[in-house]
């Protein structure tokens, strides 16, 4: 058995295309995926030269690095890790609250999106936010949870940031 | 005795082998396609096809009697060409199933001079229903004068026009007059349903008036809607038209049309089935399929595929031309008319068993391809072809041919929209909005910008009203089934 490094299927030795998602599996089989370095400090996020793993082990962090901050974050995603904006009126508090980062102005909600933890994966989904959750440029469908990546751009409303596995 | 089967390329031997040589071969291929031991449905026929070979050959006087006559119809020269590719030739022994992919190119022998240029026996079965109103109409009669124009004087055209009931706007004949055909197709008003099997009927009383298997025999059937509560009738129809030789094609205009029907009416009979979106592009699309049908090698080509036990044949996809998943059961598989300027492309999938088999040739299974070459004195046509690739112990390094996997690249998205529409229909939305949203990763990976859009929107469609719409549905599907056909045909 085989397993797709995009999306995780298992597929019979000797595919070349994963049938669940589609990914070349020929060319993966050459190496071109490489880690992503975190010192990388370019800009160009956005411009992707591979996919990062998807495998997410129990003991592995999560560096999250909002476009334009100065320092990164690090979080420990539980079972449902909760992404959005705290408010007082309220009284909600998300797991990690993005206002110290403009979510108010950005179009966060106040519950936004939310990681979740599977069997050595890390998956997000939106909880029905105002503005939508997008992934790599992919706007989510509410509450249908997606496979998390190293290296992965995510957009709530206009709030940019990068999630890096450690 | 049927001197047109090559029985020695049926069991598998060389014309001069001895008869303990073909008792050998016949044994073994009794191992392989027995119907005790062998369930898949193509066995059965090679197992029957090998059995009377055997026959023949086994006995001395019946085997120089066929000798004599083949000689005459000078066997082992066969005007079709197949050739294959494979994933891999080396297969490591695993204890679990392997996946193979095989690429078939079905061709003429020879390199050029043989598009046979076969007359055709052509019948436009046109839809004048309301919905045609205004453009789509218009559109459609220049293009039929544009047909008419182009028709040779050894071709017979007929036209049928139909919406509640049919009728022949000009029944078939060579188009000798053209003037009076035009005129005639341009009194189609718009008026009344759409009930496609009336149409249907009409056009295939048309074509056998001069049926024949001189002649390329087609209806080309040409609609913008449903029709309501005959599709059983049409597809009866359109088997029976295959049974007579006669191929269907459709062609849908707009948004509102049943394509799953359409495909099926058209794959029944090997024929094709196109989506047009706009009402200008009708004359290009007509143009292209009759064109095609003319440069015809060809006809009634089909195809009956057995692999042996221990390989299971996952799927058969029609790459080129007009590809379209094809369905395994009932075989011989129609596959309708082999073009003399790009060859027919078939995509296979084998799981493999290689536990319990000795390193060293391994035996796949059979294909097997039949058809009438237009114009050639030796008319029916068969090509055999044994697939086997190597066991080994260990890994072989091995480069996949650059054609077949860009033919699978593409037919990867294809199912991938194929698999969402799957999804819906058995009511799982989140699958279905998965995958859609994986087509448009990989769209936009290759560079299909507005496909990749397409399929997005669908993916956000779908989540909210939990079907795709109808315009979205046919443009992924017919737009990833277009990515199929390769450029740079015939080269090999």
């Known amino acids: 058995m085989i397993k797709c490094p995009y999306c995780q299927h298992s597929m019979m030795e000797g595919a070349l295309f994963c049938e669940e998602c589609g990914l070349s599996l020929w060319e993966d089989a050459e190496g071109q995926v490489p880690t992503r370095k975190l010192e990388d400090d370019s800009d160009d996020f956005s411009v992707k030269s591979g996919w990062g793993t998807a495998t997410f082990q129990p003991r592995n962090q999560v560096i999250v690095h909002v476009r334009d901050a100065a ?32 979510a108010l102005e950005k179009g966060v909600s106040r519950m936004h999106a939310a990681l979740r933890r599977g069997e050595d994966v890390l998956s997000i989904v939106d909880l029905d936010s105002a503005n939508g959750t997008y992934l790599n440029g992919q706007r989510l469908a509410a509450h249908q949870p997606r496979l998390l990546r190293d290296g992965d751009e995510i957009r709530l409303g206009k709030l940019v940031f990068h999630i890096y596995f450690k | ?12 031997v060389a014309h001069n082998t001895t008869e303990e040589g073909l008792r050998l ?25 090998i059995n009377t070979a055997y026959e023949v050959l086994s006995d001395r006087q019946r085997r120089s009697e066929y000798d004599r006559l083949a000689s005459v119809q000078g066997l082992g020269t066969s005007n079709l060409r197949l050739i294959t590719s494979y994933s891999r030739r080396f297969l490591k022994r695993l204890d679990e199933p392997q996946l193979l992919y095989t690429l078939i190119k079905i061709q ?66 060579h188009p000798t007059d053209p003037r009076t ?23 295939l009383a048309q074509i056998e008036r001069f049926c024949d298997s001189r002649y390329v025999n ?14 059983e009738e049409c597809l009866k129809l359109a088997r029976e038209a295959h049974l007579r030789g006669v191929g269907v094609s459709g062609m849908g205009i707009g948004e509102d049309w049943h394509d799953n029907f359409l495909d099926a009416l058209a794959s029944s009979t090997g024929g094709s089935s196109t989506y047009i979106t706009s009402a200008d592009a009708v004359s290009r699309f007509l143009q292209d399929r009759i064109r095609s049908l003319a440069a015809a090698y060809a006809e009634r080509a089909h195809l009956i595929v057995a692999p042996t036990t221990r390989v299971d044949l996952n799927s058969v996809t029609r790459i080129s031309p007009n590809p379209m998943s094809l369905s395994v059961e009932p075989q011989p598989i129609p596959l309708g008319t082999i073009s003399g300027l790009s060859p027919t492309m078939l995509m296979f999938q084998f799981h493999i068993l290689t536990g319990e088999a000795g390193p060293g040739e391994f035996y796949v299974g059979r294909i097997d391809v039949s058809a009438e070459v237009l114009g050639a004195t030796n008319r029916a046509e068969r090509v055999v072809q044994d697939l086997t690739v190597t066991i080994v112990e260990e890994d072989v390094e091995e480069e996949p041919p650059a054609e077949l996997l860009e033919a699978l690249s593409k037919l990867v998205l294809y199912r991938l929209q194929d698999r969402a529409r799957e999804a819906i229909a058995e009511g799982d939305f989140a699958e279905a909005t998965r995958k859609l949203e994986y087509l448009a990763t990989r769209l936009f990976e290759n560079g299909e910008e507005e496909l990749g859009q397409a399929a997005l929107r669908e993916a956000r469609y779908v989540s909210q009203t939990q079907t795709l719409s109808d315009e979205g549905a046919k443009r992924l599907k017919y737009g990833t089934r277009s990515l199929l056909p390769l450029p740079g045909d015939r080269n090999d």
Do not use: W
């Open chain 2, 108 to 173: 003429p022998a020879l390199e050029r001079g043989l598009t046979a240029d076969a007359p055709l026996n052509l019948c436009l079965v046109l839809d004048h229903s309301t919905s045609m109103k205004g453009a789509r109409l218009q559109h459609l009669k220049s293009a039929v004068h544009r047909i008419v124009d182009e028709c040779r004087p050894e071709d017979i055209l007929s036209i049928v026009s139909f919406s509640d009931d049919a009728e022949v706007l000009v029944p078939a004949q």
């Open chain 2, 25 to 49: 071969a016949y044994r073994a291929a009794a191992r392989r396609f027995h119907p005790d031991v062998n369930k898949a449905p193509g066995a059965v026929i090679v197992f029957r096809d």
């Open chain 2, 1 to 12: 005795m049927d001197p047109v089967q090559d029985y020695y390329a049926i069991l598998g």
């Open chain 2, 181 to 203: 055909i035009k005129a005639l197709v341009s009194t189609m008003r718009p008026e009344g349903a759409t009930a496609i099997y009336q149409g249907l009927r009409a056009g």
């Open chain 2, 218 to 231: 087609h209806i080309v059937l040409i609609t913008d809607g449903r029709t309501y509560g005959d599709e």
């Open chain 1, 71 to 102: 320092e990164p974050i690090t979080i420990t995603p539980t079972a449902e890790f909760v992404i959005g904006r705290r408010d007082a009126a309220s009284g909600m508090i998300p797991d990690l609250d993005l206002t110290p980062h403009g």
